[in-house]
């Protein structure tokens, strides 16, 4: 996330809809309710705005029970949050069982910026039809709101679902909930025919294990103050001038994330990648291309300690069955490039990744020394001194305690290894005092970096951000088109260079 996200959820607990299943729409609130409803709305919108310029979080989206967007001073509240310069977005979840354009007419006419309103649109078959609650939808989308449409996985409703899905422009994400009340896990069948719906349903289905490390970006506050880290969690404080503080890490008692708004709202690459920096409005991100690091993103860090050569069985992949799944369906359904960024060697990115290989479309290999757009084109950044730099740096292996790995590629050396063991990671003097022993006339032409225990040496201006510019130029995709995620300094640069383009 770019931002940290607030979920806001007020007293209100009624509807306009009367769905048999829900039991805001059996509950109708008293005046005096629905006044202390706009109260603390109210309230929370003012604590929201006079901290937005100091504050880390730039969305916000009202999580209700029941329908909130009937209620004039919701309208207004978004509008006014929308128009402060450090949001983002905002938006709510909703039925649309209200004139869309009035609603819209009365954000516009009181400031609110359309480009910046997020609709997560939930369909009720009780209620509507599809072909009314479809052009509602096409209607927001063609006004210029983000809109993304859900419904819950009732086996009985697939073919309805199917419908809706037909009927929706295509542009427009429709996702299926996993039903609590089944009762029974669904059958191949039905998933199948779900997944088919929605690429993502998969994600319902699987066990998401509380990890509250993953939490810390998002805040759900509730109408009197009291703060959680999601709707599930428990409240941990209170106070609606200090909801935006992040006061040290919080706990949480659930044993796992049962839901989207638990799920969707953790840090990890998954969420990120499929539907952008604010995930919980749940519209996917659909990036042209995709760059990703292998240690410590896709895979876990570890040390290399591999020789150049070495025969080896491949280990394991260690890529989760959500990522996996994820890159199979950005591949596969949404057509988009996926492409590796890593100080890997392409031969060693390989063993590491031979069981998802097919996903990948190339890479920037060797830190930004190789660069690969499999069976179209291929750069290769030589080491010309190579040889010579290594003469020198051989002579210190002894003082500096490291082996030497060469990677060449048609007999001409592209990078250079400088490997210690696990426990004696390099440090910035250790690596300076090396590379003052080299001739400055070599030394001009290189660059090195250190990743823990090794010490790479490719040539200068060879990173992996030029990398991902040229894959991008040569797919004709802009840098602002495309995703990348990585966890360290070198990673940095190429991650602000796609992040420019927002996908917010």
Same mark, same amino acid.
């Given at each position: 996330m770019?931002?940290?996200?607030?979920?806001?959820?007020?007293?209100?607990k009624?509807?306009?809809?009367?769905?048999?299943?829900?039991?805001f729409?059996?509950?109708?609130?008293?005046?005096?309710?629905l006044?202390?409803?706009?109260?603390?709305?109210t309230d929370?919108?003012?604590?929201?705005?006079?901290?937005?310029?100091?504050?880390?979080?730039?969305?916000l989206?009202i999580?209700?029970?029941?329908?909130?967007?009937?209620?004039?001073?919701?309208?207004?509240?978004?509008?006014?949050?929308?128009?402060?310069?450090?949001?983002?977005?905002?938006?709510?979840?909703?039925?649309?069982?209200?004139s869309?354009?009035?609603?819209?007419?009365?954000?516009?006419?009181?400031?609110?910026?359309?480009?910046?309103?997020?609709?997560?649109?939930?369909?009720?078959?009780?209620?509507?039809?599809?072909a009314?609650?479809?052009?509602?939808?096409?209607?927001?989308?063609?006004?210029?709101?983000?809109?993304?449409v859900?419904?819950?996985?009732?086996p009985?409703?697939?073919?309805?679902?199917?419908?809706?899905?037909?009927?929706?422009?295509?542009?427009?994400?429709?996702?299926?909930?996993?039903?609590?009340?089944?009762?029974?896990?669904?059958?191949?069948?039905?998933?199948?025919?779900?997944?088919?719906?929605?690429?993502?349903?998969f994600?319902?289905?699987?066990?998401?294990?509380?990890?509250?490390?993953?939490?810390?970006?998002?805040?759900?506050?509730?109408?009197?103050?009291?703060?959680?880290?999601?709707?599930?969690?428990?409240?941990?404080d209170?106070?609606?001038?200090?909801?935006?503080a992040?006061?040290?890490?919080?706990?949480?008692?659930?044993?796992?994330?049962s839901?989207?708004?638990?799920?969707?709202?953790?840090?990890?690459?998954?969420?990120?990648?499929?539907?952008?920096?604010?995930?919980?409005?749940?519209?996917?991100?659909?990036?042209?291309?995709?760059?990703?690091?292998?240690?410590?993103?896709?895979?876990?860090?570890?040390?290399v300690g591999?020789?150049?050569?070495?025969k080896?069985?491949?280990?394991?992949?260690?890529?989760s069955?959500?990522?996996?799944t994820?890159?199979?369906?950005?591949?596969?359904?949404?057509?988009?490039?996926?492409?590796?960024?890593?100080?890997?060697?392409?031969e060693?990115?390989?063993?590491?990744?031979?069981?998802?290989?097919?996903?990948?479309?190339?890479?920037?290999? =060797?830190?930004?020394?190789? %660069?690969?757009?499999?069976? @179209? !084109?291929e750069?290769? #950044? $030589?080491? *010309? +001194?190579?040889?010579?730099?290594?003469?020198?740096?051989?002579?210190?292996?002894?003082?500096?305690?490291?082996?030497?790995?060469?990677?060449?590629?048609?007999?001409?050396?592209?990078k250079?290894t400088?490997?210690?063991?696990?426990k004696?990671?390099?440090?910035?003097?250790?690596?300076? =005092?090396?590379?003052?022993? %080299?001739?400055?006339?070599? @030394? !001009?032409?290189?660059? #090195? $970096?250190? *990743? +823990?225990n090794?010490?790479?040496?490719?040539r200068?201006?060879?990173?992996?951000?030029?990398?991902?510019?040229?894959?991008?130029?040569?797919?004709?995709?802009?840098?602002?088109e495309?995703?990348?995620?990585?966890?360290?300094?070198?990673?940095?640069?190429?991650?602000?260079?796609?992040? =420019?383009?927002?996908?917010?």
């Amino acid at each position: 996330m770019s931002g940290r996200m607030v979920l806001y959820r007020g007293s209100l607990k009624s509807c306009n809809y009367q769905c048999s299943y829900c039991p805001f729409s059996k509950h109708a609130m008293p005046l005096n309710e629905l006044e202390k409803d706009r109260e603390q709305w109210t309230d929370f919108v003012s604590a929201y705005a006079k901290h937005a310029e100091e504050s880390e979080h730039h969305a916000l989206m009202i999580v209700p029970y029941g329908e909130a967007l009937i209620h004039p001073w919701y309208i207004k509240g978004l509008a006014r949050v929308s128009a402060l310069a450090g949001t983002d977005a905002a938006g709510a979840q909703t039925n649309l069982g209200y004139s869309v354009k009035k609603l819209l007419d009365d954000f516009r006419n009181a400031g609110g910026i359309t480009r910046k309103l997020r609709l997560w649109a939930t369909f009720h078959p009780e209620m509507t039809t599809v072909a009314e609650f479809a052009e509602k939808c096409r209607f927001c989308m063609e006004t210029g709101v983000k809109i993304c449409v859900g419904a819950v996985g009732v086996p009985e409703h697939t073919d309805l679902l199917m419908q809706l899905r037909k009927a929706l422009p295509e542009e427009i994400y429709l996702w299926v909930n996993k039903m609590d009340g089944l009762g029974r896990p669904y059958t191949d069948e039905e998933k199948t025919a779900f997944a088919d719906i929605d690429p993502y349903f998969f994600r319902e289905l699987l066990e998401h294990r509380q990890e509250v490390t993953e939490c810390q970006k998002r805040i759900f506050v509730q109408g009197d103050g009291k703060r959680r880290l999601c709707n599930l969690s428990g409240a941990f404080d209170s106070g609606r001038e200090t909801f935006l503080a992040q006061n040290g890490m919080h706990g949480c008692k659930k044993k796992r994330c049962s839901c989207y708004l638990a799920y969707g709202g953790r840090e990890n690459l998954q969420n990120e990648m499929l539907f952008g920096p604010y995930p919980l409005f749940r519209i996917p991100r659909r990036p042209k291309a995709v760059f990703l690091d292998i240690d410590g993103t896709l895979l876990p860090k570890k040390s290399v300690g591999r020789k150049t050569g070495e025969k080896k069985k491949a280990e394991p992949d260690g890529i989760s069955e959500e990522l996996r799944t994820g890159l199979k369906v950005l591949a596969e359904r949404e057509r988009t490039l996926l492409f590796l960024a890593t100080a890997r060697p392409y031969e060693e990115a390989y063993k590491r990744l031979e069981n998802i290989w097919q996903l990948f479309a190339g890479g920037v290999f =060797a830190g930004g020394a190789h %660069v690969l757009w499999k069976g @179209r !084109k291929e750069q290769v #950044y $030589f080491l *010309e +001194e190579g040889e010579e730099c290594l003469q020198y740096l051989k002579l210190f292996q002894e003082q500096f305690r490291f082996r030497v790995l060469v990677y060449r590629k048609d007999g001409r050396c592209y990078k250079i290894t400088l490997l210690r063991a696990g426990k004696k990671p390099w440090d910035v003097e250790e690596a300076d =005092a090396l590379m003052e022993q %080299v001739p400055v006339a070599v @030394r !001009k032409r290189v660059q #090195y $970096f250190i *990743e +823990e225990n090794c010490m790479q040496i490719t040539r200068n201006g060879a990173d992996k951000a030029g990398g991902v510019r040229l894959l991008c130029k040569w797919s004709g995709i802009s840098p602002k088109e495309a995703f990348a995620a990585g966890d360290s300094a070198l990673d940095a640069q190429m991650i602000e260079m796609c992040a =420019a383009g927002g996908c917010i």
